[in-house]
C-alpha cells in the first residue's frame, strides 16, 4: 500500500503563486506514473499535469504556462507550483500515482483546498 499525502494549498489572491506537495509513503518515482487532478465545485475531476517515470511532462491546456509539475526523488516528494492563479483555478487538489505497467494499481491523496479569491 502507498501513502500519497499533500499540502500547500489555501487561500491566495488572482495572480498570486502556491506550491503544492505530494509525499509518498516509498520510494516510487522509479515505477510510477504521478499526477496532480482537480476538482472545482460543481466539476468533474481532470487531470491538470502528469510526470512519467521518465521525466516527461504534460499539462491541462487550461494551466498550460503557468503550472510547473516536478519531483524530488530523493524525498520521495512531488510539487505543483502554480504561478498567475485565477479564480478558477479554485479546487480540491489530488495527487495520483499510477504504476507505470500493472494496470489497475493506482493511489490517490486526501486532496488539498486551494482557493483564489474573487
Known amino acids: 500500500q502507498v501513502q500519497l499525502v499533500e499540502s500547500g494549498g489555501g487561500l491566495v489572491q488572482p495572480g498570486g503563486s502556491l506550491r503544492l506537495s505530494c509525499v509518498a509513503s516509498?520510494?516510487?518515482?522509479?515505477?510510477?506514473?504521478m499526477g496532480w487532478y482537480r476538482q472545482g465545485p460543481g466539476k468533474q475531476r481532470e487531470l491538470v499535469a502528469s510526470i512519467t517515470t521518465g521525466g516527461s511532462t504534460n499539462y491541462a491546456d487550461s494551466v498550460k504556462g503557468r503550472f510547473t509539475i516536478s519531483r524530488d526523488n530523493a524525498k520521495n516528494t512531488m510539487y505543483l507550483q502554480m504561478n498567475s492563479l485565477k479564480p478558477e483555478d479554485t479546487a480540491v487538489y489530488y495527487c495520483?500515482?499510477?504504476?507505470?505497467?500493472?494496470?489497475?494499481?493506482?493511489?490517490w491523496g486526501q486532496g488539498t483546498q486551494v482557493t483564489v479569491s474573487s
Open positions: 516509498a520510494s516510487i518515482f522509479s515505477v510510477y506514473d
Open positions: 495520483n500515482a499510477a504504476h507505470h505497467w500493472i494496470p489497475g494499481r493506482n493511489y
